[in-house]
């Protein structure tokens, strides 16, 4: 599949880089994450063992990279999601990658059923106008162990379009160790603020960082964080922990 890469702001190639690390399959890559902030028409066509399943506004779904079983079980998958009103480009992603890395086709469906259940999930929280990149987003949240409500106190806290950064950060502090309640006050409590993703990414960072001393640690320089940023003592370009520079995740 061709993705046509989308020209995105430094913020956004940042966060969208550490969607890579989603549980189970991640998305194809960040590029084809970051296409999928635009909204997306799937469209279903008759299947064929060399035929296209499905195409939408990334590309196109090609039956031939799989077994005629679960090329079967994907289109059937697929066709449900887009009834339920989901988007299907994170879930071709997902089946792409899995194929690309030659993963079998029971944990590649297996993959794409719990995505799709946790899209559904994160569309109740978030809203029926997020937009794909925010559902794809709440997903992987979702399905690293948080809860549904935190989302729905990330959307609270953002305005429709604006999610991704504070749902990706969150996802990425919580798999380093930090409760997802503490997370969750973290990037709520950031995410009204000037230029508020650079700082959720400094906050990213600084979790990272601290993370590798183990989850106490993670925890007390969150804490530390968040105290400066909302008291204006920490920039985008400030580390609240006295150390270096946060380290940036890589670009995609």
Not at 189 to 195: D, F
Not at 196 to 223: C, F, I, S, Y
């Amino acid at each position: 599949m061709t993705v046509s890469r989308h020209r995105l702001g430094r913020g956004a190639r940042y966060a969208l880089a550490a969607m890579i690390a989603a549980p189970g399959l991640s998305p194809l890559a960040a590029a084809g994450t970051a296409g999928a902030a635009s909204a997306v028409s799937a469209t279903a066509l008759p299947i064929g063992i060399d035929t296209v399943l499905f195409r939408d506004g990334q590309g196109q779904f090609d039956a031939a990279r799989f077994d005629t079983l679960t090329a079967s079980a994907l289109r059937t998958l697929l066709e449900e999601a887009a009834a339920r009103g989901l988007p299907t480009a994170p879930l071709i992603n997902r089946a792409l990658e899995g194929a690309a890395r030659r993963v079998g086709g029971a944990r590649i469906l297996t993959v794409v059923r719990a995505h799709a259940a946790a899209l559904a999930d994160a569309k109740a929280a978030l809203g029926d106008r997020s937009s794909v990149a925010e559902l794809d987003a709440g997903a992987t949240a979702i399905r690293a162990g948080v809860d549904a409500q935190v989302l729905a106190a990330v959307r609270g806290a953002r305005p429709l379009g604006a999610a991704v950064t504070p749902l990706v950060v969150l996802t990425d502090v919580v798999r380093r160790g930090v409760p997802a309640e503490t997370a969750r006050d973290a990037v709520t409590a950031i995410a009204g603020l000037p230029r508020a993703d650079e700082v959720l990414l400094g906050l990213q960072a600084t979790v990272a960082k601290n993370a590798q001393r183990g989850p106490g640690m993670a925890v007390d320089a969150l804490h530390r964080y968040v105290r400066a940023s909302v008291a204006g003592v920490v920039s985008p370009s400030t580390s609240a922990t006295g150390d270096r520079k946060p380290a940036r995740p890589p670009l995609p």
